[in-house]
């Protein structure tokens, strides 16, 4: 099943580790109205006919932030919070991640 994954760490940190695919949009970018617009242009391109959306940052704070403001931008879509972050896909899926 098909989904898009939006990571909501800063440039800097997705830099360092991130999980492939996943499509960076910053808390801060998020929060801002000015930029709105912008991210729901990347988010209708990058979405496609994907209806669920998981959100994720380090340890899973900032995520539950930015699934609030994507529902309410995202009326229809299924958005969820990867609890833990990436804290916990490498704790519990890979292993091998770099957590930082």
């Not at 995520?63 to 403001?69: A, F, M, N, T, W």
């Not at 990867?82 to 899926?93: E, I, Q």
Request: aromatic share 4%; hydrophobic share 35%.
């Amino acid at each position: 099943k098909k989904c898009l994954v939006v990571d909501v760490r800063t440039e800097p940190e997705v830099e360092m580790c991130g999980l492939e695919g996943c499509l960076n949009i910053p808390l801060g970018d998020l929060q801002y109205e000015g930029k709105r617009e912008e991210i729901m242009e990347k988010l209708e391109k990058t979405l496609g006919e994907e209806k669920e959306v998981y959100v994720m940052c380090r340890r899973g704070n900032d995520s539950q932030v930015g699934v609030e403001i994507l529902r309410k931008m995202l009326p229809g879509v299924s958005v969820r919070d990867v609890v833990g972050g990436l804290h916990a896909w490498a704790r519990d899926v890979d292993t091998n991640f770099p957590a930082y």
